[in-house]
């Protein structure tokens, strides 16, 4: 079902208000990249990845996201976290999150966004779905899909309802980009 920016439930906005406190804390300090900012990070974005609830998977993705450039091409970072991450998978999720974090008009790939976009908004992705296709081909297709789509839904006047009503909510939160905003919103609906 699209999403109705009208019927948006208490307990709807209750999930967006806490997830803007984790991301605030995020954005706020993922330079300092301490125990408890890896802690947060793990648990708001990577909570159902037990590989990255230890030190060995964890240690190498930090260091990554301290020394990554707001500008990398998703693809080179998808590459690099398979070779210096002990899990050895390509881990699209993973990297969107983290350029997302340094970047945050980049967009966010993950399973919420991706049921929703495939079942309501006709997004053809790959990933998971293409066996006979190369994983990184499928991480490319998709991740390109993903930004296709957020550029159209952002000039559209459905998306300009969906960030009046989220900085009418959440005032003091205005300053969080229109990309992260949707993306609030999509996943409180899922």
């Known amino acids: ?16 208000r806490n997830s803007i ?3 605030s804390y995020i954005q706020a300090n993922y330079q300092k990249d301490d125990e408890d900012f890896r802690d947060v990070f793990t648990e708001f974005y990577l909570s159902s990845q037990g590989a990255m609830r230890n030190d060995e998977n964890r240690i190498p993705f930090f260091n990554k996201m301290r020394s990554c450039d707001a500008n990398k091409k998703l693809i080179d970072l998808v590459k690099e976290l398979y070779d210096e991450l002990p ?8 990297a ?10 980049l ?15 006709q997004v053809d992705f790959w990933l998971y779905y293409h ?15 993903l930004i296709d789509w957020y550029n159209r839904f952002l000039s559209t006047e459905e998306s300009k309802r969906w960030i009046e009503w989220f900085d009418s909510q959440f005032p003091e939160h205005t300053h969080i980009s229109k990309v992260k905003k949707i993306d609030f ?6």
């Open 107 to 121: 967009p966010i790939y993950d399973s919420k966004v991706r049921i929703y976009l495939k079942k309501n908004e």
């Open 131 to 145: 066996p006979r296709v190369n994983v990184l081909e499928q991480i490319e297709h998709d991740w390109k899909l």
């Open 185 to 190: 919103i999509i996943f409180a609906f899922n």
């Open 1 to 16: 079902m699209r999403i109705d920016i009208s019927k948006i439930t208490e307990r709807q906005i209750l999930i967006i």
């Open 96 to 105: 969107t999150k983290l350029l997302h974090t340094i970047n945050n008009e």
């Open 21 to 23: 406190n984790y991301y």
């Open 87 to 94: 899990i050895n998978k390509y881990e699209f999720s993973f």
